[in-house]
Every structure is written in C-alpha cells, then in structure tokens.
C-alpha cells in the first residue's frame, strides 16, 4: 500500500544520528504488530476457507528489451536478502513476554523462495496474479519467509536457452507488507535490485541501519507532543462509531472479516483535472489536499455526518537513515474534521490543509498509541481499526517506468491491477479511495475499494458515480465552490427524476362545496337511503337531514350561534353524535370534539382552550360540565322537541354564508410539552383529503362502513363525514363496543360491512379473538384501511383468512398527521408485500391526490432515495391553518418549500427506489448515544425480525447513576420466556453501540387510548414490578379463584393478588377486552365492558360477576314462576 511521503521528515528527525545496534531479535514495531494482528485476528473470519492474505505485495516488471539470466537473478536476490535483513526476518507472539518479537535468520539460511512457470495464455498470467496477491500460504511470517520470486516465461518464446528470460516474459517479485511498503516497493527497489543485479556493492557497504535497529529506535522515542496533538483532534470522538455510509450488509466492529474485496475505478476527462490542478494552485494547496477535501465532502453529503474521520497512510521515513532502508514504515493517521455544513467547499480546503500540516508534524506516533489513548478514556473493548474509510493518493511521474538491470537489458513496470479480476481481490477498511495522478498525461484514475462483507458490486458502483458527479459539479462550474457544502448535491440524474414524479400529483375538480353542502347534495340524490345505524335505530339520509336542520336552526335561533364559533360536542357514539358533528357545519360553526372518557379537568381545560361558549352533551356527559360557565345543550332534549321545519327556517339556513377557507374543526393533538395542541381544519382542507381518499378507493354508493374511531382521534371524521358525503351506509357501534369483539364481529356479519378502518395494534388483537374462536371468513369485507401507526406485513397475514377470496378486499396502508387532514400518503397491499419477512415494514406509499411529500435533510435539501433517511414535509391544499391561538407553534411547524407552505411532520421516512415511502420513525425518537446517531426504528425492526413470536417491541433510553445511557427494549409475546436469543440476532445484525443494555419481555404493552403503544407507560426497570409476599392477598372464595386463575392464564403468571389492578400489571384495554370475552365464554356475562374498567382487580371483577350471577338467577326463578 503506497503512503504519503513525509515532506515534512526534517523537521521529525532527531538531532542524534541512529547507527546500528548489531542485534538480531527485538520487539516487532509497530507497523508489524498492526499488519500480524490483521491477518491473524481480524481477517481470520473464514469459515473452512483459507485464512485471508490481506499484505500480499506484488510488483511486476515485463522484459521489455534483451534478456535475464535467471542465474544472475537468483544471485540478485540472495544479495539483497543478505544486504536487507527484513527481507529474511521472522515474525512470532513471545507467549512469556506477551509481545510479537522479530528475528533475523542467519545469512546461510534461504528463506526466500524461488519459482519458474512457463505460461499458454494470458488467462494463465491473470490466475498467477491473483494467486500472488491472495494466497496466504506463499509467506510464513514465523519462519522469515517474506520475499519470493516468480518469473513467468511464456511458451512462445523463440529462445531456447533455459537460463534466460526473453521479451516479454514477466519477473514477478512479492514481499509481505511486515517487511515492505510502498516506499520500498516503488523507490527502493528497483535501484537495490539493479545493484545486486550488477553485483556493486560499494553502496551496500555504506549502510548500517538495518529495520531491526528502527523498531527499537520508535519505541524509545519521546512521544509527549505527539499525545497532546492526538489527544486534542480526536477529544470527544467515539472510537466505536461507525459512519452511516449505505451498507448493503450489517456489520459489527468486533466480528472478524473475511477480508475479501473487490474495486470499482473511474477517470475523469482531462478539462476537468485540469480544472482541479488549476484551483489547487489557486488556494495553494496540494492535489492531495484537494482531493482529501473533495472526499470529505463527499463523506458529509453521503453520510448526512458533520464529524468525520478518514484514515489516511504516511511514510513515516522521519530520520535521514530510514530513507534507505527497505520495510515497513507505513502509518496510519485518523484525521479527523468538524465540517460546518454552511461553510463553503473553498473554506473547507482551507481546513483540511491546515489540518494536513499540522499532522504531517505529528505522523510518527504509531496508530496504536494514538488509539490506546481514547480507548482508555472510553473504556472500549473494541479490538479493532476504528477507521471505516481511507484516503490514498499517489503521484505517477510517468508509464514509461523503465528499470536498466544492465546496458542491455531493459525492464517496465507491468501493471498487476491490469491484470487482477475487479471481484477477486481484498479489502482492509469498509472502503478505501485511491487516486493516481499522472501529471505527465494530465490523468486522475480513482480506484474504490470495498469490503465484499458489507457492500455489493452495485452499491459502490452508485458511490462512484455520485463522487464523479460531485466533482464535476464543483470543478465545472466555479460558483458551486463558493455554495455552502450542504447545497451540494450528489443525487444522480434518475434519483432527481424520481423524486420529481413523486410529487405529480395535482388534479382538477369540479367545484368543491362545504362538508354539509356536500352532504345535503347526497342527500338530494340518494333520500331514501339508509345513512346511520345503531344496532336497531336506523336513519335514511332525508330524516338525518330533517334532524341536523332542526338542530341547527335551534342552535342558532335559541343559542344564539354565529358562523365561524367554537362548538365543543361530548358524546358517546351515537346517532346523536353524528346528528351534532353535522348540525354544528351546517350553522357555519366549527367543530371540536371532546372525548367522554378523558378526565373532567382536561375536558374543562380544552373547552376554555378554544374559547367554547357552548357545547352539546348528553344525559351521560352532562355531570361533567355541570360546573362550567359554558352553555351545555343536551341534544336528546333538542331531538325530542320535534317541529315542522318550513321554508321559512330553510331560508335562514340558507343565509349562512361559509367559504372553504373557513374552519370546519378543531380537533386536539397531544403536544411535546404535555399540553395539546388545538389544530384548525378548514373545509377545503377536508374536501381536498376526501376528493384524495376517493380517487384512491374508487368506491361506490353502496359501501357499508363500521365506525370504530374514537371522536378524540381525526379518523371518526373521515368515518362519519367522509362516508356521508358519498352515500355510504355508516355503522356504528354502542359505547364501548369496540371492545366486546363479539358484538363487534356479530355486527359486521349482520350488517354486511364491506368497510372498516383500524389501527394495525387492533386489528391484530381482533384477529386473535376471530382465530381462538374459529370465526369463519366475513364474506362482505372488500375494503380494509390500516393506518395511525407502522404497518407489518404480519398483521396483514393475519388478517387474510378471515376474508372470502370472492370478496376481492383490497387493504390501503394509510398515513397522514393531524395538521395535514387525516391522510397524506396511501399504499395499496401487493402480493409481493406479503411475500417479505413477517416483520417487513409495510411502505406508507405515495401522496395522495393534490398532496406534497418531500423527503428533506436538516437543511431542507432532498435525501438519496433507497439510501438515506429524511424528514417528511407536507404540502399540498390539505395543509392546516394552523394550532389554535398558538401562531408560535404554527410558525415552527410551517416551512416554505418550492413556493408552498408545507407541514414539518417530524416523521424520519425512506424513499425506496421505486418511488414509495417507508415510514422508519420519529425524529423525537432518534437519539444520539455515545456520540452516534442512533433510529430507533432500526433497532425495533431487527428486534421484530428475530422471532415470528414477537408482536411488537419499543425501544427507550434511560440514564443510569452514573449518566451513562442506555438502550431498553420492551418486547410483546406470549410465548418467548427469555431474550437469550434476541440478543444474539440483534448481535448479528446490529452494531454493538445499537445492541439494547437491556430486553424487557411482556405478554403485552400497554396502549393508550388510540390504540397505539404509549411509550409514556413503559414501567422502567428500576421498579419493582414483583409482587412481595407481605403485598399478596389470596382469593378466599371459589370464584374469586377461578377468576385468579383466569387472569394468571391470560397474563403468564403464576399468581396475583386479589386487590392488584389489572393495569398495574402492564396491560391495557385490548387485554381487558380478551379478558372479557373469557367472561362471557364462562359466566354468559352480558355487562358493559366498561364497568370492568372501573373495578380492574379481581376483587372488584369477582362482585360484579356474583352480582350479575344472583340477578340472573333471580330472573330466571321469576320467569318460572
């Protein structure tokens, strides 16, 4: 491996001459340690392979005039193994000194080897090259065999003297990188190879420094201004981090490497070398500092990191004596830079040359050393070359390379690399850019060198190409220099075009009305039609008009209620509730729902929020608004007053004027601070999502929609209005009949749902009651909805047996923030989804109609598709207005991209290469640890890979005593017991800085009201969660033990105690609805769930089956009677 040569060795060498000190056996140095610990460690990573040949170094020259005696060569090299005693140096681990000793054989002893092939073919040369560069078995660093000789003659040679080599035969000579570097290789030995060719041995006389004398020299020297330099550039710098470049495989620090690798090369057209060399000498920096920059800049755009490390190699020929003696003398140097991504390319060269001097000033403390200074600071156990990525520059003064062995005989240079096949090589780092130039000819060649552990072919062929790109951009066109570097773009030309057609989205529509004129226009066409039902109550849409009318006009006649003013509603679901979501629009009001289950306080405290002087309630919510000075309207008072409604109460109706910029609802979001936050819908927000939804489902008039959201959640108005506005069926279910899964799969039946829309969390809890209870498929379902949370191809496998393949159920992925009006994104189920791992994320797709994405860095600049993570930005007419009374938020929130005002989701999102987006998490829970940037979501998927049996899993930091954190992982199953072997997939898969401290399993994890798992609720493990002796309380009758036994069954326990709330347990509302249907298999329990929710211990369940026992008892002996 050729290094950058120390311009700066003068001002490195000691005052005191080195003279040999005539020994024979030492320490090795520790350029020698480095390369022995690679190829006995950590390229040792084959499995009944040959171990790995990382250090092979070949150097080919082809007679090019004359002839060789292979005599005379033979003797050429027994000359210079005698005159270089590296060349005849072993290499072993001294197991009682604990540390790798050198020794030099004797002078009679041939330790190198000698070998003579006659070739066919050039394929032939080719295989003979690749065996030279890979083959471990040609060195034994043990017994000192480092140097071997190859000569090559082909069999159509017209001489016929055996001694001779004619022109073009080969003479192939290979050293081990522990005796040679490429210094040696390109200035040394030629010119030691022509002496000994010639027999002078005058010069060899002179020289009495051998390497031996070196390695002792280094470790004597005083290193104290070298530590202080290393320790300031590399303060702060995690050694175990790993740059986020785009592996095709994961990797971990401390596994070992096969070694193997493979290159890709490139040149760029002379204009723009030129272009390059002109600017070098325009900031008065080397092409090596030029090119250094340009790769840093590279680095930053592919890796989104402003703190970079590249490893870069010196010759460390510091003292005037080394310049002569053949060896390895090759160090490797972190260099490490803080990139300002506002800077400019221009100030950025200015950085890197100064960081460049002030190394070079420092290049003779070994990598080692520096190294073992941070990994005592950090406590690593890391064995490993920290560095992922190196930088290799090299200057070719000419091809016409020409070595005179003697006045007859003429040798060139033949280029091994020519002949090595691009696949069948080796690789020491991750990935490694090298550049040749030749300033004769006006020629950069870049040469890519990648791990074939990590990468494929395709991958680093896409990394060159955005490099070339990138150079071209800056170096054609002298304004790119001066852009700040995060302007710099490296998406390829096809990337562009893909993430352009992404956003083809707008359509032309008639035009659009309010939600209630839309409303009103169906009913007109579909009257008679059956709008609303619960269980028995039914409401054809002219009767559901006849009611909103009359509610509306009460609301403005004898409330007094003005367009454009906040009307809270609190209900349960009912009819009335859609009745009141509907009368309240028709006024020219807006709607905000409140949800009845949420505490008093909070309610009163929204309501003041939104400045609400009135509220529609009814007789179950009216207790709680009984103290507040807001009106309370009790709707089924309102509906029971009927009247006639006559033209003259349509033509006040008629008055109220409401434009599409007005407000439609007001509904809450919870906030980062706790507090929620108001967000303002208009009605062409709405009408805008609606006319994307349709388009996207293509449905008909004659769809029966189940009703499932909650009115706290902006779901229940695309199910409730969405579904009016068309001329759906709507369906609801009685309070708290989500969670009586019996009566909710009794009424898809019974009603014909071909609809329902359900988080992905419920659907699978709903899935497991239909499968434990052996449901046969629901013939009607053809139109399935998943969204609010990430998507697994699992759930959907889970779901597909309960569909009648004649239904032809087409299921979306749906995805969409509250500010951008419910949906902004859909994907509709392919097969090929299905065919993925059980835990593969499922894609949230593409934007909706009239609908925005993009996909932006944190300087809003577009990220690589397939290879980058970004955040997503919103735009598109279903942009909110805005967070109620809180325009600092809205102005955070709202970001101006290519002319439109688009909504900051803070969701981190993927754009695969065909065009689709993959939801990976949010940016809240992106993290930072130990210095490196760590996705949550990335840790969550591979922990969900490692077993079918893992249904969900979270992962959360948490900060110990001594401010170190930590990564925990909560993971649901009810069948694995212990997380031995989650462990080691995540080891496998995962770097060891991503690897949780800690697996946390539970049957399940706690959800929150949505139905999503409520990270706020994950009991951290520094609480107890046993239960202790004194606390348990045992069941004393007999159906307080069957219920025990029940809830221990259900939960995995052993035992519980009787007055031990349910919720305590870690388990949430879908727990309880699993416990709940146990009931009514057992005890014909008909109750309302929610009065299990009241008294969640087994105490309080075992009163109210004994109750509800006695009474049925009592009513059966009655009916005897």
Not at 340 to 349: A, G, I, T
Not at 956 to 973: F, G, M, P, W
Not at 993 to 1011: C, E, H, Q, T, V
Request: aromatic share 10%; with cysteine; proline share 3%.
């Amino acid at each position: 491996m050729r290094a950058q040569t120390n311009d700066l060795a003068d001002s490195n060498s000691s005052k005191e001459k080195w003279t040999s000190l005539g020994i024979t056996q030492g320490r090795a140095s520790y350029g020698q340690e480095r390369i022995w610990f690679d190829e006995e460690i950590r390229f040792n990573g084959r499995s009944r392979m040959k171990k790995a040949a990382m250090y092979n170094i070949p150097l080919c020259y082809k007679v090019k005039h004359g002839s060789v005696s292979i005599e005379r060569v033979r003797q050429a090299l027994s000359i210079m193994v005698d005159e270089h005693s590296i060349l005849r140096t072993s290499l072993s681990y001294d197991t009682e000194q604990q540390y790798l000793k050198q020794e030099i054989a004797s002078l009679n002893n041939s330790v190198y080897s000698f070998q003579l092939s006659t070739i066919q073919n050039e394929r032939q040369i080719k295989e003979i090259m690749k065996n030279e560069k890979i083959n471990s078995s040609l060195f034994d660093l043990e017994q000192g065999r480092v140097f071997r000789c190859h000569l090559i003659r082909r069999s159509d040679s017209s001489n016929s003297n055996d001694d001779l080599l004619n022109q073009n035969d080969l003479l192939l000579f290979n050293v081990h990188h522990s005796a040679f570097d490429g210094y040696s290789q390109y200035r040394l030995f030629p010119q030691y190879l022509h002496s000994a060719y010639m027999n002078t041995t005058s010069e060899r006389r002179q020289r009495q420094l051998q390497y031996i004398d070196y390695s002792t020299y280094e470790r004597q020297m005083n290193m104290s201004d070298a530590k202080h330099y290393w320790q300031q550039l590399l303060d702060g710098y995690n050694i175990d981090r790993q740059l986020t470049l785009p592996y095709d495989h994961r990797h971990e620090q401390q596994e070992l490497r096969t070694g193997t690798g493979a290159t890709v090369t490139f040149e760029l057209d002379s204009l723009l070398v030129e272009s390059m060399v002109a600017y070098a000498s325009e900031m008065n920096v080397s092409l090596y500092q030029l090119c250094l920059s340009s790769y840093y800049s590279y680095l930053f755009k592919q890796t989104q990191d402003q703190d970079l490390c590249v490893g870069a190699f010196y010759d460390n020929r510091y003292q005037p004596e080394l310049q002569f003696i053949v060896g390895m003398f090759t160090n490797l140097l972190p260099l490490r830079l803080h990139i300002n991504p506002r800077q400019s390319f221009r100030d950025l060269v200015a950085q890197v040359k100064h960081l460049y001097i002030e190394s070079m000033i420092y290049c003779y403390m070994p990598y080692q050393q520096i190294i073992d200074l941070h990994r005592q600071q950090q406590s690593s156990l890391v064995l490993l070359p920290f560095i992922q990525t190196t930088f290799i520059f090299t200057e070719e003064p000419s091809n016409n390379f020409q070595l005179y062995l003697d006045d007859n005989t003429v040798l060139s240079e033949f280029n091994i690399h020519d002949a090595e096949n691009k696949t069948g090589g080796i690789s020491k780092f991750d990935l490694t850019l090298s550049i040749d130039y030749e300033p004769v000819d006006t020629t950069l060649h870049f040469t890519f060198e990648y791990s074939l552990d990590l990468f494929e072919h395709s991958t680093i062929e896409l990394i060159s190409h955005r490099f070339r790109l990138l150079l071209k951009q800056m170096f054609s066109s002298p304004s790119s220099i001066d852009k700040p570097l995060y302007k710099l773009s490296i998406l390829l030309p096809h990337e562009a075009n893909l993430i352009n057609e992404l956003n083809i989205t707008d359509v032309t529509c008639e035009q659009q009305q309010c939600i209630h004129q839309q409303f009103a226009f169906t009913v007109q066409h579909h009257p008679q039609k059956v709008s609303v039902v619960l269980d028995e109550q039914l409401l054809t849409y002219c009767e559901l008009l006849y009611y909103v009318q009359l509610i509306s006009l009460s609301l403005m006649n004898d409330y007094n209620v003005k367009p454009q003013q906040t009307i809270c509603q609190c209900l349960d679901q009912s009819i009335e509730m859609v009745i009141g979501i509907l009368s309240i629009l028709t006024c020219g009001a807006i709607y905000c729902p409140l949800s009845p289950q949420d505490p008093q306080q909070r309610l009163l405290s929204m309501a003041d929020d939104v400045q609400a002087e009135t509220i529609l309630i009814h007789h179950k919510t009216q207790e709680k608004f009984a103290q507040s000075n807001i009106t309370a309207i009790n709707i089924e008072s309102l509906i029971e007053n009927l009247w006639k409604i006559t033209d003259r109460h349509l033509s006040l109706l008629s008055t109220v004027h409401v434009s599409m910029n007005d407000q439609a609802y007001l509904i809450f979001t919870s906030g980062s601070t706790g507090h929620p936050k108001g967000v303002i819908i208009s009605h062409m927000n709405f009408s805008s999502f609606a006319l994307g939804l349709n388009i996207m489902q293509m449905p008909t008039n004659s769809e029966v929609l189940l009703q499932l959201s909650q009115c706290s959640f902006d779901v229940h108005i695309s199910e409730i209005l969405g579904s009016l506005i068309v001329g759906y069926q709507l369906v609801l279910l009685h309070p708290n009949g989500l969670f009586d899964l019996e009566y909710l799969s009794a009424t898809i039946k019974s009603h014909q749902i071909t609809q329902i829309d359900t988080v992905p969390t419920y659907c699978h809890t709903l899935c497991e009651f239909w499968t434990v209870n052996k449901y046969e498929p629901f013939d009607t379902i053809r139109c399935r909805i998943m969204g609010g949370e990430k998507l697994y191809s699992k759930t959907i496998s889970e779901f597909l047996p309960f569909i009648a393949p004649q239904s032809k159920c087409k299921i979306f992925n749906l995805y969409g923030p509250t500010e951008c009006t419910i949906s902004t994104a859909c994907h509709a189920i392919t097969n090929e989804d299905l065919k993925s791992h059980l835990n593969a994320p499922i894609p949230i797709g593409r934007p909706l109609r009239n609908y925005h994405c993009y996909v932006l860095d944190d300087y809003l600049e577009p990220v690589i598709p397939s290879n980058q993570t970004g955040e997503l930005y919103v735009g598109g007419p279903g942009v909110f207005l805005g967070y109620f009374n809180r325009p600092d938020l809205t102005k955070q929130s709202l970001v101006n991209i290519s002319g439109e005002q688009c909504y900051r989701t803070g969701d981190l999102i993927k754009l695969k290469g065909n065009g689709e987006m993959v939801y990976v998490g949010r940016r809240d829970f992106q993290i930072k640890l130990r210095g490196q940037r760590v996705e949550i979501g990335e840790i969550e998927q591979t922990i969900l890979r490692a077993s079918s049996s893992i249904d969900n899993c979270i992962v959360v930091t948490q900060t110990d005593n001594k401010q170190q954190e930590h990564l925990l992982a909560y993971i649901e199953s009810s069948t694995i017991t212990e997380s031995s072997s989650v462990r080691q997939y995540c080891q496998s898969q995962l770097p060891r800085y991503m690897i949780p401290s800690l697996f946390i399993i539970l049957d399940k994890l706690r959800l929150n009201a949505s139905g999503k798992v409520d990270r706020k609720q994950l009991v951290l493990p520094d609480l107890n969660q046993q239960f202790n002796e004194d606390e348990y309380c045992e069941p004393q009758t007999e159906l307080q033990w069957q219920i025990h036994d029940t809830w221990c069954q259900l939960l995995n326990k052993e035992r519980i105690s009787l007055n031990t709330n349910f919720f305590s347990l870690g388990e949430n509302s879908l727990s309880l609805t699993k416990l709940y249907n146990e009931y009514k298999l057992k005890y014909s329990l008909k109750s309302n769930i929610g009065i299990l929710f009241k008294h969640a211990t087994i105490n309080g369940h075992a009163k109210l089956i004994e109750t509800y026992i006695c009474q049925r008892n009592s009513n059966n002996n009655k009916s005897e009677l």
